[in-house]
């Protein structure tokens, strides 16, 4: 199975091309509105790869929440491969993503997951044994209460890291840790494997939060 795996929704803006298990990724990081380089990188992971859209079975992509602008590229430009080709495409939430890719690296399976959402707020979710829960957007002192055996992951405990532990009673942060395109091969391929099927409707992002524009004027 080929796989073009895409994520523009947080600083890091990330290309991944699966096919016959090898992978070839291509990422952006600190890279201003690095979610409009994402058709070159995809050029040039099929360059690489020697590879064309055509030979792709599926598109897996994170579907935010995140950054407004990079979730819109995201999936803008999933659903323009996606109808031009005739491709299935499997989604993610962005904070899935970061709670998979966090457990892999750091080996533990308790994460609990915060992206800086602005406005004195954070997307908020519990990743914990692989099961993805209570995805929110909060204030950093509404979060889950969940004890020292959690560790905290994104951007969120870099922004509000004080209120964070303190509401949380996390002891342990790691801030090194960004979503990344590659483990989105992995979490289609299980889903594939739990019995999920791709589909061919139009993906749809998640924002969590609603009247962005009337929010940012007050």
């Known amino acids: 199975m080929n796989i073009l795996a895409i994520d523009t929704c947080t600083e890091v803006a990330s ?11 291509r990422a952006l990081t600190n890279v201003e509105k ?11 992971v099929f360059y690489e790869s020697g590879k064309q859209l055509k030979e792709v079975d599926l598109i897996t992509y994170s579907k935010g929440p995140g950054a ?15 109808l031009s080709c005739s491709i299935p495409t499997i989604g993610f939430s962005t904070l899935e993503l970061l709670g ?9 399976e ?21 099961v993805l829960s209570n995805m929110k957007i909060c204030s950093p002192e509404d979060v889950d209460n969940l004890g020292a055996d ?5 951007t969120g405990w870099g922004t509000h890291n004080d209120k964070l532990h ?16 590659c483990e989105l091969v992995d979490l289609s391929l299980l889903a594939i494997e739990s019995g999920q099927n791709p589909t061919f409707e139009l993906p749809q992002p998640i924002y969590l939060r609603n009247n962005v524009a009337q929010k940012s004027l007050k």
Not at 15 to 25: D, E, I, K, Q
Not at 34 to 44: A, F, P, V, W
Not at 110 to 130: C, N, Q, S, T
Not at 150 to 154: A, L
Request: glycine content about 10%; proline content about 1%; hydrophobic content about 45%.
């Open 150 to 154: 959690f560790v905290g992951v994104g």
């Open 110 to 130: 308790k994460i609990a997951v915060a992206l800086d959402a602005r406005m004195g707020e954070v997307y908020w979710a519990v990743y914990d044994h692989g």
């Open 166 to 181: 303190i509401a949380s009673n996390i002891k342990i942060t790691d801030l090194t840790i960004y979503p990344e395109s």
């Open 100 to 108: 998979f890719r966090a457990s892999k690296i750091l080996k533990v």
């Open 15 to 25: 290309v991944t091309l699966y096919s016959a298990g090898v992978r070839t990724s």
């Open 34 to 44: 690095s979610s409009g380089y994402i058709l070159k990188l995809c050029d040039e």
């Open 68 to 82: 407004f602008t990079g979730v819109r590229m995201c999936i803008g430009v999933v659903q323009g491969l996606s």
